[in-house]
């Protein structure tokens, strides 16, 4: 089995939202970058551009690789990509419904993750919105949220 390799992982400084979510500052205005409301569906696309699609996102998403002797069902498997060489751990990441719509974790990931381009701190927080483009490890998925008809 391929073990995880470390790649560099930048350092920025947290701001955060009245209730504790660790917000994501867009690095060219300085402002604080916020969700968009929990969506119906939530489509995920993958990096050979292949789509997953999740109607049920209770309680939560997990992303990572799946492993013959994992206990932790994973819900975005990153495997057929990654194989251990692209940075994206077994248990990479946790995407969940919260107040304020769809927010993402990274689970102490060994190479971390990004959202468009912005580092994230492991066990924080961040809002995820459509059109977002999330980085695990080395490989880019795409998001995008589906309303019915609200």
């Known amino acids: 089995m391929a ?57 939560y998403l997990i992303v990572g690789r799946k492993t013959v002797t994992g206990s932790q069902a994973i819900d975005i498997d990153m495997t057929p990509f990654d194989q251990g060489i692209y940075g994206v751990s077994r248990i990479h990441a946790r995407i969940l419904p919260d107040s304020n719509g769809l927010v993402i974790q990274d689970l102490k990931s060994t190479n971390g993750t990004e959202i468009n381009g912005c580092a994230m701190k492991p066990s924080q927080t961040y809002p995820l919105k459509s059109g977002d483009t999330v980085k695990f490890g080395n490989l880019k998925v795409k998001f995008v949220f589906e309303f019915n008809n609200r």
């Open 3 to 59: 073990e995880t390799r470390k790649f560099h992982k930048s350092d920025e400084q947290p701001m955060y939202d009245e209730d504790g979510t660790q917000q994501l500052v867009d690095p060219g205005s300085g402002l604080a970058i916020y969700s968009s409301p929990v969506p119906d569906r939530l489509r995920v696309i993958l990096p050979d551009q292949s789509e997953q699609v999740y109607d049920n996102l209770s309680p």
